[in-house]
């Protein structure tokens, strides 16, 4: 929620990142200050739209007089914090919860997993052919998207943007424990016999891909799947008076999934189901018919 | 909310047991059979109904004890009278190991195999019930048996607990084990032999000197009369006495910490919560001592109920709470049996209620019962708990004393640390802080198991010495190592025998007290396979929020099945992997359990040389 106008003033507190003396609003999270410095620290759960849940940990830092390291983009500042973000220790713990999840589940769509996977030096491999994995097929129950949980990182952002965060329907949640939790609707249902009202916004914030456009599944899976060769185009929802932003993502002339701008003020990157699933009749050209 | 309840219905018996607890729905929106002319024209439902989902649990309970398991249609017509989204019911359900979402029989007995009972010979039981029975989750003879974490029956090891569900539910204990006896108390758990009284775990019961048990096999813990012939509420009146602001004053001057591990002193908590601005406050009991080889709260509770009761009704007149939660974990079916009766006799009594001894102190208990996670005792997971939510901890800050119990300002504390207040209260600070040492002061309850002479729970004064401990106890003649403090304690070795007992001298020694775990292992033990029992609890307890616990437990586990029979050279690998992990695991997880789940393979490793 970057853009919501209209705050009242804020105070500022004075810690230091690094050393470095900076100053930032009070309330804000440790990782608002870090990427206010300039500072790259690698997030997974955290969301711009959600209250993060902290649950990946991959953007552990060093709070001087700490026992257990810090969730930057969860732990708020307080003043006179000192903040270290790139100690040994903090690296460590990157560098292996990278190792863990990359050993578990498949990140291979996880947008930045391979560039923080090379720069913390991880090597999932380690852990032997043998390693658990979390092991799922594609659930693929309806026409509008796909759910492979095999790719899933468990951030929770899919459940609370279906729950009380934003959609308000709690179609899913967490089911099972440990190592065994899995994203579920209830008694493990098919989508198409669960409360979803299929409004995608959980697509929206998955951080992994494990929430999918069927379409982009399926080109995915016929190879066909080439994000340099798409454009996006922001433009108006034109089906009711909310007037939604839309971003269409095209490839060769056919929409293939569609976004929408996180920071607008009004849905913050939220849909309906008519926004964004229902652009078929835009491509409805005569060559497509019958 | 978008409420989409499917197509299943409840069976008689699933909707009389939700019911029972929830009385009947009032209209056709909370799941009656008939839709009347009103309930077409107003949907009840909104915030007054969601308001209820702590009732979420107790309505679990109610399914899983009526009819063995928990089904769509039981947990749909649950849901639905709670305004429960049933995705997050199903969420529940499937947290907790007492219970199922798929159909198993009636009665089910859990065999423990967690440490204590490891050392006493769970295994052949297991391997027995395999061989008559079938094997674990089979249905046998129309009951199931699954092995389990520790009960908290140690110092019976080996140990099983037979629940039998119907109109009254049925529980059996057995302990000490065999695979006939189990067999016997599955298909007939009413006619089990009755348990030995809750003072036979207490080898110094009803000898001078004793404080926190001193009443244990002394009073009769059904009578009330009793316990105050024996002392009992005159803490409560005292605490009257001095007004809240005193109670807690006497609390900090004694110098009283928290028994369950932290070691935070209880007095600052306490001024802490009673300080908020925000109301109403809560104070929450955690009975929910599930740390593999605890179970001093259990005979404290079962020996002893009305301590805690006037203990909990102190601490909420000190913090200024009005309820408390008593929550206690779901294998203790007597402390259940007997913390109910004592409630509803203090109640009808007056020392509990609207007008606490008259005093104008309004004050109520109820009990919770988890059901089965060891993560629940973790203090904010708790609150998760009772609120109907997954038992999973919130990350800290904000605190409990700020947000705590349905984000109101609460105090938790354990069973132990409460029942401490009243001899503070009798005796005065003073006397009471010149027992133990300038920083841990008073008495500690001890939980001796393993090859002990006379395992149980021993009550000594902080400062004595590991092996003053193990001389009460009956030490093994070729000991090899003890395990302070539990699975997320440290082993400590036969030469460190003369270790002090206290927070400080065990942090000095590199190791903690804990909860007061003190399982003692004789040369006979195979130390890998302790350590792998180790590591698969805490895989197997993580409540799955964030990675390095997650993943880290189960890696953990791995490397040490791999390391079972390997030594030297060949170990040095997955050493490394193990403490690179470790590490990971302390720093980054959000709470104790990840935190401290490569204690005590660490210590294994480092000081007792497991794997050279
Ligand atoms: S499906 Fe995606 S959004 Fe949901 S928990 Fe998994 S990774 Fe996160
Ligand atoms: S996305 Fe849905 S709510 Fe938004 S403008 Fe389109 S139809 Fe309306
Ligand atoms: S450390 Fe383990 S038990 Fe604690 S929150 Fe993380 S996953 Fe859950
Ligand atoms: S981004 Fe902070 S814990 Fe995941």
Redesign the interface.
């Known amino acids: 929620m970057t853009a919501i106008p209209l705050r009242p003033p804020r105070r500022l507190v004075d810690l230091t990142l690094d050393g470095e003396p900076v100053r930032a609003p009070e309330g804000s999270t440790l990782l608002d200050a870090c990427r206010a410095a300039g500072k790259d620290v690698p997030t997974l759960c955290q969301g711009d739209t959600l209250t993060p849940k902290n649950a990946c940990r991959v953007c552990v830092v060093e709070v001087e007089g700490a026992r257990t390291l810090a969730p930057a983009c969860s732990r708020r500042v307080e003043q006179g914090m000192e903040v270290r973000t790139d100690t040994e220790r903090a690296r460590h713990s990157r560098k292996v919860v990278l190792e863990l999840l990359a050993s578990s589940t498949d990140m291979s769509t996880t947008p930045r997993a391979a560039e923080w996977i090379e720069e913390y030096g991880a090597e999932p491999e380690r852990f032997g052919a043998d390693a658990a994995r979390v092991d799922e097929e594609p659930k693929v129950d309806n026409d509008l998207y796909v759910r492979d949980y095999d790719k899933c990182i468990l951030c929770y952002k899919c459940v609370d943007a279906c729950g009380e965060q934003w959609q308000n329907t709690f179609a899913i949640a967490v089911a099972g424990r440990g190592f065994d939790a899995r994203i579920s609707t209830e008694h493990d249902v098919p989508l198409t016999d669960s409360a979803c009202v299929y409004c995608g916004n959980c697509i929206e914030v998955c951080p992994t891909g494990a929430l999918s456009f069927k379409t982009e599944f399926d080109m995915r899976e016929a190879g066909t799947w080439d994000e340099a060769a798409q454009t996006e185009t922001t433009t108006v929802c034109a089906y009711c008076g909310v007037g939604c932003n839309l971003t269409l993502h095209v490839q060769e002339n056919e929409i293939v999934k569609v976004t929408s701008p996180h920071d607008n003020p009004v849905t913050h990157g939220n849909l309906c189901i008519k926004g964004r699933f229902g652009y078929q009749h835009v491509q409805n050209h005569a060559q497509n018919r019958d | ?4 309840f ?1 197509d299943s219905k409840p069976t008689d018996e699933e909707r009389a047991a939700v019911d029972a607890l929830l009385g009947p729905p009032e209209s056709a929106w909370e799941g009656a059979d008939d839709r009347t002319d009103t309930d077409l024209r107003w949907a009840r439902g909104g915030r007054e109904a969601r308001e209820r989902r702590e009732l979420l649990l107790p309505g679990l309970h109610a399914l899983n004890d009526r009819v063995g398991w928990i089904s ?1 249609g039981g ?2 017509y649950l849901c639905r009278r709670l305004t429960v ?7 529940v359900a ?2 907790y190991a007492m219970f199922a ?1 798929k159909p198993r029989p009636a009665t089910v007995v859990h065999v423990c195999t967690d440490l204590a009972c490891a050392a006493g010979g769970s295994a052949q039981v297991c391997a027995e019930l395999e061989r008559d029975v079938g094997p674990a989750g089979s249905a046998g003879s129309g009951a199931a048996w699954q092995p389990s974490p520790c009960l908290g029956l140690c110092e019976r090891a080996p140990a099983a607990l037979a629940i039998r569900a119907g109109e009254t539910p049925q529980t059996a204990v057995v302990a000490p084990a065999t695979a006939g006896a189990v067999a016997d108390a599955a298909s007939a758990p009413h006619e089990a032999a009755a348990e030995p009284p809750a003072a036979a775990a207490v080898p110094q019961a009803c000898t001078d000197g004793l404080v926190l048990l001193r009443r244990v096999g002394v009073v009769d813990p059904g009578s009330l009369d009793d316990y105050r012939a024996h002392g009992g509420y005159a803490a409560l009146r005292r605490a009257f006495a001095l007004g809240p602001a005193g109670v807690i004053r006497e609390v900090t001057e004694a110098g009283l910490v928290g028994r369950g591990g932290a070691a935070f002193p209880t007095g600052r908590k306490w001024s802490a919560t009673a300080q908020q601005p925000d109301h109403p406050h809560y104070l929450v009991c955690n009975a929910d001592e599930s740390e593999p080889g605890t179970f001093k709260d259990r005979v404290l509770m079962e020996g002893d109920p009305y301590a805690l009761i006037e203990a909990m009704t102190v601490a909420g007149y000190a913090t200024g709470a009005h309820r408390g939660y008593l929550y206690l974990r779901g294998e203790y079916p007597r402390a259940l049996r007997r913390l109910r009766t004592a409630i509803d006799r203090a109640r009808s009594r007056g020392f509990l209620g609207k007008d606490v001894m008259g005093q104008g102190f309004a004050f109520d208990i109820e009990i919770r019962r988890g059901a089965g ?1 060891y993560i629940c005792g973790e203090e904010t997971a708790i609150f998760n708990s009772i609120e109907g939510q ?1 038992g999973e901890p919130r ?1 800290k ?1 904000p605190f409990p004393v700020e947000k705590g119990l349905f984000g109101k300002p609460t105090a938790v504390n354990n069973v132990e640390t409460l029942v401490n207040v009243l001899p503070i209260l009798i005796e005065g600070a003073p006397a009471y802080a010149r027992t133990g040492t300038g920083t841990s002061t008073g008495t500690k309850l001890f939980c001796v198991s393993g090859t002990v002479a006379r395992p149980g729970v021993y009550e000594l004064p902080f400062g004595a010495t590991l092996r003053e401990l193990l001389e009460l106890a009956g030490p093994p003649e070729a000991l090899r190592a003890v395990l302070l403090g539990g699975a997320a304690g440290g082993f400590v070795r036969p030469d460190e025998l003369d270790v002090p007992l206290t927070f400080e001298g065990t942090r000095a020694a590199g190791t903690t007290l804990g909860s007061g775990v003190v399982l003692v292992l004789d040369e006979g033990v195979e130390l890998p396979r302790i350590l792998l029992r180790i590591a698969e609890f805490f ?10 616990c ?6 953990q586990e ?1 490397a040490l099945h ?1 390391l079972k029979d390997r030594t030297g050279a060949a170990a040095a690998g997955d050493i490394a ?1 193990l403490r ?2 470790g ?2 695991m ?5 709470c104790g359990l990840g ?1 401290t789940a490569w204690n005590a393979v660490e210590s294994a490793i480092d000081r007792l040389g497991a794997f050279k």
């Not at chain 2, 989204?85 to 969420?91: D, F, I, K, T, V």
């Not at chain 2, 895989?539 to 390095?548: A, I, K, L, T, Y």
């Open positions: 909310m978008d409420l989409r499917g769509e947990l749909d989204p049933p995705a997050e019911g199903y969420g499937t947290f979402v996670a997954r990350s800050p895989r197997d307890e993580s409540c799955g929020q964030c990675v390095p997650r993943v880290g437990t189960v890696r791995e791999r992997l690179e992990v590490q990971a302390r720093d980054a997880s959000i935190q």
